[in-house]
């Protein structure tokens, strides 16, 4: 069996326009100042994307990147896909499942993806092996379709396959990749980049191991891991509850307290039987087979396979049922049936939808439709109102955005993009930011979310800070708290709704996550106090690598990170004005609870702190001199003023 | 005598039982334990295969487990003596007629109290 160390990254670069490979090591002084996976993606792609390429073009550049941690007991599968997104920011996602562990063991650390084929091609690496095959008998067909086409085609049942649906293959807006069957990353356009390529998979397969430098320690460390994220012995609340229940308990939760997004937030609050009819337990209930875990994952059952038992849609499967699902197939469109939700759900998957593009943008159609702006003429016959009726119209509405046919073809725009071209005021109820659709969680209630929403490199994703349910930090004393190099105001850091301390505290969750995904582990597994003293974390790359890094210098990783992230966008012409939340968060209070819109007032001063916080210009956003010469980062200051972009001291 | 018993429909396939296996012997982890779990149709069967009598080559958390027990989240995997295994069994089904938790999670992997909770709907106390 063939050896590799922990710290050892690999670059395999694959030109899809003449059919050329190769293979080669990546600076070993990356791995220490980016660790791997999303840090080494974002040094990657502001060296290697040149400025304003055309995203669906030559020169994209899409990247496959595992890390250090990946193939060890800790890196849950997780890895990162990356490029520049058709709406010209960052585009960066992380997936779980079992296909980063297998690349390590076939020894390709990272994938890069130059040129575009003329042809639809697969790529199929197995250990020393690679090569670009065939795939024109797979364009087409979608997921599930091609996970067993290639499944009968490549003889291991270990292999590990990605690829695209049909969405992806037809440039849908916010197409995402899949894996697993049910693992998908990539929302900020990815799919559709993988698409422009005519690239519908990736297949690999690895027989090789992964030696850590110091075994002992790594074993130490990982006890020390696996503690705080036990079932039985984690201090954290969510634990339990998260790893076999899942993060869809929150709707229920959400519904009574003003945070559910409900008919395209008009409202935020939810009759408390329609949530109860969509909730994590009713799930638990009635449809899920077996539990499932990505590669290695302490947790028992984050993920779930899922039947529909009986019914219209009997006999339906597919996998997981996360915290998103219930709010934009539930709440946002009002619909309080799980059999259809789940079936919604199930069908964007088979077509590499992305669920948060389509739930919204079928919300923004359906405000549109409810306020005579869109008719039957435009919806070709579909009553779209809220709380749907004609279920077999809407899901025919769905296959028709993956095919980019009749009125799909216009919520295949995103509802960005769509309601630019409709017009007539329908941009108010478009709930995007930088042309990417939001997440679940609300904003007006959640000042730290409303701030993560508007800055995100990536558009909104709530992968890239906390959630409202961080760890909890008094689980540390306030010594040792200020001896991890966070100092905050935890009471009023803490409130949703006090704009104060907000900016330093999105600072530090930003930059704990970026140092997880890096490394990579999982930002699910951050309970307890993972994500607040990443000791354990430092611990584990230590060993696993062998490297001797400082615990601070580690963090500044995940600095270095956002500052290439901002940086990338800064180059695309992204600033300050484009980190601003939704215009119906900004503009309508909450109905009946009366929680305040995010007017200037509230919302300035916590952009102020946070820029402040990260030593960013505050009238542009644009990194400082000082700030990138104190990351090791001159480079990055140089290269940005060469493209004539204005660097303050 | 104590020996290593699977019950599959628990186990959820994260194979952290093989990836730590395999590192017992050199501190290499790859895909090559004495315990492993077979995935023959992509993801929706989970088949834990052991070749080995649970004499684990090296104990890493607890010097009475076996190694690959020690880090099974779900609680597939046991290493008791067939009596106590059989009783594992009947709890596990008891606890599946009372509460769809147990789907996913063995019942002694559950941290808080569950027997004695109020009778299901339908069902006589």
Same mark, same amino acid.
């Given at each position: 069996m063939r050896t590799r160390a922990a710290a050892e990254q690999t670059i395999l670069r694959v030109n899809l326009s003449n059919g050329t490979m190769r293979r080669e090591p990546l600076p070993a002084e990356w791995t220490r100042q980016y660790l791997g996976a999303r840090g080494m993606h974002s040094r990657l792609l502001f060296n290697e994307i040149p400025p304003h390429a055309d995203p669906l073009g030559e020169e994209n550049i899409l990247y496959f990147g595992a890390g250090p941690l990946d193939g060890l007991p800790v890196g849950n599968g997780r890895m990162s896909v990356a490029c520049k997104s058709p709406r010209g920011t960052v585009a960066e996602g992380s997936f779980g499942g079992f296909f980063g562990p297998e690349m390590r063991r076939a020894g390709v650390d990272y994938i890069a993806l130059h040129g575009k084929a003329d042809r639809p091609v697969y790529l199929y690496i197995c250990d020393e092996h690679a090569e670009l095959r065939d795939a024109s008998h797979l364009w087409g067909l979608t997921t599930d379709q091609t996970d067993d086409a290639l499944r009968r085609e490549l003889p291991d049942a270990d292999v590990q396959l990605r690829y695209i649906g049909p969405a992806g293959e037809n440039g849908v807006h916010a197409s995402v990749i899949l894996g697993n069957r049910n693992n998908s990353g990539g929302r900020a356009g990815c799919g559709e980049v993988m698409g422009s390529k005519k690239l519908k998979a990736i297949a690999v397969r690895g027989t090789g191991g992964i030696g850590v430098a110091d075994y002992p320690a790594f074993v130490q460390a990982y006890q020390t891991y696996r503690q705080r994220l036990d079932l039985a012995t984690?201090?954290? $609340?969510w634990t339990p509850v998260w790893s076999t229940y899942? $993060?869809?308990?929150l709707a229920r939760l959400f519904a009574e307290q003003g945070n559910l997004m409900t008919r395209n937030a008009q409202q935020m609050h939810w009759e408390s039987d329609k949530a109860v009819r969509i909730s994590a337990e009713a799930y638990l209930d009635r449809y899920v087979t077996k539990a499932k875990a990505c590669?290695?994952?302490?947790?028992?059952?984050c993920q779930k396979l899922h039947t529909i038992p009986d019914g219209e849609y009997a006999g339906w499967q597919g996998g997981n049922y996360w915290a998103g699902q219930p709010v934009v197939f539930g709440s946002l469109l009002d619909i309080d049936d799980l059999d259809f939700v789940l079936a919604l759900s199930i069908l964007c998957n088979r077509y590499g939808l992305d669920i948060f593009h389509v739930g919204f943008t079928l919300a923004w159609a359906m405000e549109c439709y409810e306020k005579g702006i869109l008719t039957r003429a435009d919806t070709d016959g579909?009553?779209?109102?809220?709380?749907?009726?004609?279920r077999q119209g809407l899901l025919e509405l769905v296959r028709k955005i993956a095919l980019r046919q009749g009125f799909g073809a216009l919520l295949a725009l995103g509802c960005s993009r769509a309601a630019r071209q409709v017009g007539k005021g329908s941009e108010r109820f478009c709930l995007a930011v930088k042309d990417q659709e939001l997440e679940a969680i609300a904003q007006r209630s959640f000042y730290m979310v409303a701030l993560g929403v508007a800055v995100s490199e990536v558009g909104?994703?709530?992968?890239r800070w906390y959630p409202p349910y961080p760890c909890n930090p008094n689980l540390l004393p306030p010594e040792e708290l200020a001896a991890l190099g966070i100092h905050l105001d935890l009471k009023k850091a803490f409130e949703g709704r006090n704009p104060e301390e907000k900016g330093k505290l999105l600072r530090w969750f930003s930059i704990s996550r970026a140092v997880v995904e890096s490394l990579p582990g999982c930002v699910f597994l951050v309970r307890d106090t993972l994500g607040l003293d990443m000791r354990p974390w430092w611990q584990m790359f230590r060993a696993a690598t062998g490297m001797e890094v400082d615990y601070f210098e580690f963090l500044k990783a995940g600095e270095r990170v956002i500052n290439l992230e901002r940086a990338f966008n800064v180059r695309e012409g992204f600033r300050r004005a484009d980190d601003h939340p939704p215009y119906r968060m900004a503009n309508e209070d909450v109905p009946v609870f009366g929680f305040r819109r995010l007017s200037p007032d509230i919302f300035d001063p916590m952009l102020d702190e946070y820029y402040d916080a990260m030593g960013w210009s505050l009238t542009t956003s644009i990194p400082r001199a000082q700030t990138l010469q104190a990351l090791g980062l001159a480079d990055v200051a140089a290269a940005l003023q060469a493209c004539g972009v204005e660097v303050e001291a | 005598m104590k020996r290593l018993y699977v019950i599959e429909d628990l186990c959820n396939g994260c194979r952290l039982c093989q990836t730590f296996c395999s590192s017992l012997a050199e501190g290499v982890f790859s895909a090559e334990g004495r315990i492993r779990v077979l995935k023959p149709s992509g993801e929706a069967q989970d088949i834990p295969i052991l070749d080995c009598d649970?004499?684990?080559?090296?104990?890493?958390?607890?010097?009475?487990?076996?190694t690959c027990v020690s880090v099974c989240p779900t609680g597939a995997l046991l290493y008791e003596e067939a009596a106590a295994a059989a009783e594992r069994r009947l709890l596990l089904a008891e606890a599946r007629r009372r509460h769809s938790l147990f789907k996913v999670v063995a019942p002694w992997k559950w941290p808080f109290a569950w027997q004695g909770m109020p009778p299901q709907k339908g069902e006589t106390p």
């Open positions: 984690s201090r954290d $609340a899942g $993060a869809p308990v590669f290695s994952c302490p947790w028992p059952a579909l009553e779209l109102t809220f709380g749907c009726r004609d909104p994703d709530h992968t | 649970g004499r684990c080559l090296r104990p890493l958390f607890d010097a009475q487990t076996p």
